[in-house]
């Protein structure tokens, strides 16, 4: 299920939520939002992430036999039923908070399906696919507070970009990749930091969003650089795994927007949680 993964979805809700103003605190209705709107996120994530073998399942008998399908650890229909549980706690959880968040959630999972069935398999639409679903899920966390979302939704295109980038560098995991993909993809990268920037420009917190900015482009440009030199199947999935996991610190960037200096670190510090995992977990 990928557990590392899914704490980059919790960042994305935390990121969502603070772009809206909401307020992080002890208050008893704003923790349970922050709560229900997680538990949607991971149940999306992971329900996503189940389907996405059970489509792949005849492939990752040839190409990644050690997966739990292959391997006869988990039946297809074991697994299929888990996804579909797991879906369901997304939109009930996200129905909990609200029914904007539900309709998001809906769509969420739409979207991640319509990916592992399909979307993939296209070159072109797969990468923007697979971005609309981190896209929706930044919604989803805008979407506990419903009456300012709106003014804000615009900024759900930076995430689909960023992982619309990260897709088409995966596309070269398994066989190597092509130089060309992995240069575009850093210009895609480049292009959300500086969007990034720009807005927190416009909000004064120039300062603090650049030095999150900045590391999150040395985290993920450094892995891309190499795979760019070399551009085989190892050195993309480091690549991938590192744009994947900096997920968080983009996030935090987000939550800098805030000027909450304690708030953008708890996001950070998602970010050591999620590589403990990694090394325990595949991630792609």
């Known amino acids: 299920m990928r557990p590392a993964n899914m704490i980059t979805a919790v960042a994305d809700i935390l990121a969502g939520m603070s772009i809206v103003h909401f307020v992080f605190d002890t208050n008893y209705f704003h923790v349970q939002s922050v709560l229900y709107l997680s538990i949607s996120t991971l149940g999306l994530y992971g329900g996503g992430v189940v389907f996405n073998d059970v489509f792949d399942a005849e492939l990752d008998a040839i ?12 039946t297809l229909t074991e697994a299929s039923i888990l996804g579909s549980i797991l879906l369901l706690i997304g939109v009930i959880s996200a129905y909990l908070q609200s029914p904007l968040s539900a309709i998001f959630a809906i769509i969420t999972a739409v979207a991640a399906l319509v990916y592992d069935k399909w979307g993939k398999h296209h070159s072109f639409l797969g990468p923007i696919n697979m971005g ?26 930076i995430p689909v970009i960023y992982i619309a980038a990260i897709t088409m560098v995966s596309r070269g995991e398994v066989h190597g990749g092509s130089k060309n993909i992995l240069y575009f993809a850093a210009l ?11 807005v927190s420009f416009t909000r004064g917190t120039l300062w603090l969003t650049f030095i999150l900015v900045a590391i999150h482009l040395y985290l993920i440009g450094k892995p891309l650089f190499k795979a760019i030199q070399l551009p085989i199947g ?3 999935g480091k690549a991938v795994k590192a744009g994947v996991l900096s997920l968080i610190i983009m996030d935090a960037a987000w939550v800098s927007l805030s000027g909450n200096i304690v708030q953008t670190l708890i996001v950070v510090l998602l970010l050591p949680l999620s590589m403990r995992l990694a090394k325990m977990f595949a991630v792609t």
């Open 63 to 74: 190409e990644r036999p050690e997966r739990a399908i292959p391997s006869k650890k988990v």
């Open 132 to 157: 609309l679903c981190r896209g929706f899920n930044l919604l989803l966390g805008m979407s506990v507070m419903p009456e300012q979302w709106q003014d804000f939704q615009y900024l759900a295109i």
């Open 188 to 198: 895609l990268y480049l292009l959300v930091s500086s969007a990034q920037l720009y």
């Open 234 to 236: 190892p050195n993309i």
